[in-house]
DNA sequence: AAATAAATTTAGACAAAGCTAAAAATATGT
DNA sequence: ACATATTTTTAGCTTTGTCTAAATTTATTT
């Protein structure tokens, strides 16, 4: 398997919503930055190797072994995120990159031992689930901080949008993962809330709020 | 850079003994387990870019340049042996593989602070020297146990085969690095020779005194 | 100094992964 | 239903890195 085909199944299983829904090519070729012809190319390929069904003109997903084969890179890569933060001191927002190529490296044993090293760690700096080595994870009941009402409260448990600009935006903000949130108002113009955390008080758009995983208390 | 001419300067600069001697396309063929028609069209292509000084017929060597991005690679890579040893419990013999893939990940900050978490190694699990961020390393004083004499002691400092079956042996022996070794009696006929380290003796063949560096005590 | 051997390079293929431009299939609007 | 727009595929070309087989250069024998 080489590093492209990984980084196909990879993004073939997030636009496909962990493996359900089938995805269009075009599709594919925005979410890796390349041409649609080239997702042609590859998808024949791939479907050579029984890792996706692929029919013309049809769209294509995953097959069980190509589901699988995604979740271990999705793990590595979590996995290495988790390193960066945790023992190299790496801030969330600068982790992403170099995941994307350590997700890649090949042995069975670096992975188990850096998850032990880890201390199996369930989730990754943006709040997203670490299958196990069976490709199993735990699913956590999430809601986006904009779905919330005033008088809600919740915890922050994780981000949709983890480019740097948006994550740097929250921790100049103080907001984090497990961060007590409670919603003291809200705009019906622009959606826009009133949320407390930690002691102080907050404006957020609805951008903000609507990239914001918490989970409800209650 | 690409992988491919990562490993081509690495290999390179091994052959030249640290970039001093030119070396052969065949040599070279060799120690990559390639062809040599193949390393001549990469021998094209790193002279090119001016990292070899290359004619054709006549051999190669590496210019600054090129040894400078070698040395870089061979930092990475003893840095992740340091790691894997230190951090993961991996034995010296399982290390080689997993570094040669993880020495091409590119990111200044991730080797730097690797290289800070790991305490600024100046040895790697081997007893090679880890070049600094400027390609300069400590060079130490070492010697092959086969040339000390009986009555001679010293303490072991490095491998010259680090093939995990040599690494093994030693292992079972107890020998390590930091051993104290003395070496008691020598035989003219085989070079094989008896030697005391940890309370023990042991009577070690040419080929295993001749794979191991030592620092001698005066 | 030839003849032979060894080392090295060239020529021509191939696979992976990308691209552009053109063709074909599917979807949409009137 | 038909014209138009959109999506997708095909055809053909490029680069990297590999290979085999043939040609060429250099080294070694006789
Ligand atoms: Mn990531
Ligand atoms: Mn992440
Ligand atoms: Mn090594
Ligand atoms: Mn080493």
Redesign the interface.
């Known amino acids: 398997m080489t590093q492209s085909e990984e980084n196909y199944l990879k993004g073939i299983y997030h636009l496909s919503h962990a493996g359900q829904q089938s995805v269009a090519t075009n599709a594919i070729a925005e979410h890796m930055e390349t041409k649609p012809s080239s997702v042609t190319d590859m998808l024949k390929r791939l479907a050579e190797k029984g890792l996706v069904d692929y029919q013309r003109y049809k769209g294509v997903s995953l097959t069980e072994s190509g589901a699988q084969s995604a979740l271990k890179v999705i793990r590595k890569h979590r996995l290495w995120e988790v390193f ?1 933060v945790e ?4 801030s969330w927002d ?1 982790v992403h ?2 995941a994307e ?2 997700e890649h ?3 069975e ?2 992975i188990d ?2 998850d032990a ?1 880890l201390d199996y760690p369930d989730f990754d700096p943006h709040g997203d689930p670490i299958p196990d080595k069976d490709g199993k994870f735990k699913a956590r009941e999430k809601r986006l901080l904009s779905s919330l009402r005033p008088g809600d409260t919740g915890v922050c448990i994780g981000v949709k949008d983890s480019s740097s600009p948006f994550l740097r935006f929250l921790d100049k903000y103080g907001i984090a993962l497990g961060s007590e949130i409670s919603v003291t108002a809200k705009e019906e113009f622009d959606d826009s809330m009133a949320i407390r955390l930690g002691g102080q008080d907050l404006q957020i758009s609805h951008q903000i709020a609507s990239n914001l995983f918490v989970k409800p208390n209650r």
């Open positions: 960066l023992k190299l001191d790496f600068e990159e170099v190529q350590l490296i090949k042995s044993q670096l031992r850096l090293h």
